[in-house]
């Protein structure tokens, strides 16, 4: 059967996967001040940054229309996936579901299924590649989503936050807390719940231990290592997502680990210098 992936730009697609037809990422979009800038194969990372840095405001995103998501399931494709960034983060899983819906009473039946990642990044990536995974091995469209929902309720996601700026900006962190956290180097780890809502798991003094921290944490959760395929994502530090991918394989034997750096939606949240680590 023949088949499409459909990621939200949320999730960091390897070059390979841009090249194939099998996948087509579908863009965000992110407000600072005055700039409106569409997080697609035109994206500077370096001047986004800039902008963030450069106001004292909060950068906004906007996740894409059902219309947006109706026209990428309308393909020749016979099975249909769209993986979103998670629901609680973004409404970019309620809009695909919507334009799942719009396609349907456009166009009529087709099997088409929509994944809340519950996560974000290179969450959604490894979702993606799962259902690719899936789809090679000649799996039904019906065992492939059972399949793939079972690995992402498996599935951890992990970071840490070189800055906490963006956090301060958008309220969740009030000036006293970041200005302390910023004066004595404090540095949180976080994670996310099963249902895709950011907790913080603790802090550290320095990015180093909280980097070790975090890998700790991922490393104790892990489970069938040997089976797992294991994505880092880094905004603006490969140095930095090295390190972290050395710990790991120092600690356990995997089926396969990548680094990759954050596009445009990641960049907002993960902020200069984050880390995301997911398996």
Do not use: W
């Not at 700039?35 to 500077?44: P, R, V």
């Not at 399931?73 to 960034?85: F, K």
């Not at 969450?123 to 793939?148: D, H, R, W, Y």
Request: glycine share 6%; aromatic share 8%; with cysteine.
């Amino acid at each position: 059967m023949s088949y499409k992936i459909i990621v939200d730009s949320c999730g960091e697609l390897p070059e390979r996967c841009k090249n194939d037809s099998h996948f087509e990422s579908v863009p965000l979009s992110m407000q600072v001040d005055d700039y409106h800038i569409i997080d697609d194969e035109t994206f500077d990372q370096a001047d986004f940054l800039k902008k963030v840095a450069e106001s004292p405001n909060c950068p906004k995103s906007s996740c894409p229309s059902p219309e947006r998501y109706m026209e990428a399931y309308n393909c020749e494709a016979e099975h249909v996936y769209a993986v979103t960034l998670s629901g609680n983060l973004s409404g970019s899983y309620n809009s695909a579901v919507l334009g799942k819906n719009l396609y349907h009473e456009e166009y009529g039946d087709k099997k088409i299924h929509v994944f809340d990642s519950c996560s974000a990044s290179v969450g959604e990536t490894l979702i993606a590649l799962k259902i690719e995974e899936c789809e090679k091995a000649g799996m039904s469209f019906e065992k492939t989503v059972e399949a793939v929902t079972a690995y992402r309720n498996e599935q951890n996601t992990y970071f840490v936050l070189e800055t906490l700026e963006v956090l301060r900006k958008n309220g969740r962190l009030s000036n006293l807390k970041a200005f302390v956290a910023n004066a004595l180097n404090i540095k949180p780890y976080m994670g996310a719940t099963p249902d895709g809502q950011i907790i913080q798991l603790g802090q550290s003094r320095g990015i180093n231990r909280a980097l070790k921290n975090m890998i700790d944490c991922f490393v104790n959760e892990l489970k069938n290592s040997e089976e797992k395929i294991i994505a880092i994502s880094h905004c603006n530090c490969p140095a930095r997502a090295e390190m972290v991918k050395e710990e790991i394989l120092k600690r356990v034997k995997v089926k396969d680990i990548f680094t990759i750096d954050t596009h445009g939606i990641s960049s907002m949240y993960a902020s200069d210098g984050g880390i995301i680590l997911v398996g």
